[in-house]
């Protein structure tokens, strides 16, 4: 039985195409300002790329802020419930998951059958999400890809206490002022966005193993600031960024 995951996010859509418990073909392109139209794009060229056409699907499925949009999808399901079935289809051992995304951020707490016990989502307000990031790499003059591994190079991180996008952007410019290094301005972000992660996962309760999901997951200096803020070791999902729509096509399996 094959089936595809669509997860519609804020800046990119992705698709996943299941079959029998294995991962067939995956797709990422930029949403932009039509959601319905990238909905469809993302299935047509998943398909595409991986040799089947849409006869070969049984059930489709639909997740993220704009899941609605995907007319042609059997049923839709929310963000928390997708991620945590594709975190589950990744290491059913998983009990807790981090998800940054575009425009919000999560923390999920999972049984060990994989069903949601609670979660905490952060969507009223962009600070520490991957728009975040963007906004903080404009300020910066940096390539968003470079923050990372220059934040891994740092000393001593610079003090970023605001946990508003536009107010954190003034820190930030201030800091420039001042003539502190970048490699401790991005480090400094990256610690934030972790002390933010961590309150919303006290909340839910923190289980090992931790999972990491979302675009965010592939910027390593996030990941490290997380584990020294939680003195653990996080898992990088090998599918971090398609995750959402993985779910989705699992969920899909069970309708």
Same mark, same amino acid.
């Given at each position: 039985? @094959?089936? =595809? *995951?669509?997860? !519609? +996010?804020? @800046?990119? $859509?992705?698709?996943?195409? #299941?079959?029998? +418990?294995?991962?067939? +073909?995956?797709?990422? !392109?930029?949403t932009g300002y039509n959601a319905e139209a990238a909905g469809l794009k993302v299935y047509e060229e998943a398909l595409s790329e991986a040799g089947f056409d849409a006869t070969a699907v049984s059930k489709i499925v639909s997740t993220g802020y704009g899941r609605n949009s995907v007319k042609f999808a059997d049923r839709a399901f929310t963000e928390i419930l997708a991620h945590a079935a594709g975190a589950h289809f990744v290491n059913q051992k998983v009990r807790t @998951? !981090?998800? !940054?995304g575009g425009q919000d951020?999560?923390?999920?707490? &999972?049984?060990?059958? %994989?069903? =949601?016990?609670?979660? #905490?989502?952060?969507?009223?307000?962009? $600070? %520490?999400? %991957?728009?975040? &990031?963007? =906004?903080? $790499?404009?300020a910066l003059e940096v390539n968003l890809d470079e923050f990372g591994a220059m934040s891994l190079k740092?000393?001593?991180?610079?003090k970023i206490s605001s946990l508003c996008t536009v107010f954190a952007e003034s820190e930030v410019i201030s800091l420039i002022a001042r003539g502190e290094h970048r490699t401790e301005i991005i480090a400094g972000?990256?610690?934030? @966005? /972790?002390?933010?992660?961590? /309150?919303? &996962?006290?909340?839910? *309760? #923190?289980?090992?193993? #931790?999972?990491?999901t979302g675009g965010?997951?592939?910027?390593? *200096?996030?990941?490290?600031?997380?584990?020294?803020?939680? %003195?653990?070791?996080i898992e990088v999902s090998p599918w971090a960024q398609v995750n959402g729509a993985i779910?989705?096509?699992v969920l899909a399996a069970t309708l």
């Open positions: 039985m @094959i089936t =595809v *995951g669509i997860d !519609i +996010g804020s @800046i990119t $859509a992705k698709a996943a195409i #299941v079959e029998d +418990g294995k991962i067939l +073909g995956t797709k990422v !392109i930029f @998951i !981090i998800d !940054i951020s999560k923390a999920i707490s &999972l049984d060990e059958a %994989g069903k =949601v016990k609670n979660f #905490v989502m952060n969507d009223k307000c962009a $600070a %520490g999400t %991957g728009r975040f &990031l963007e =906004v903080m $790499a404009r740092s000393q001593k991180p610079a972000i990256h610690e934030s @966005i /972790a002390a933010r992660v961590s /309150a919303m &996962l006290a909340r839910v *309760g #923190v289980v090992e193993p #931790v999972m990491i965010v997951a592939q910027n390593e *200096g996030v990941v490290h600031a997380l584990e020294k803020k939680l %003195g653990l070791k779910g989705a096509a």
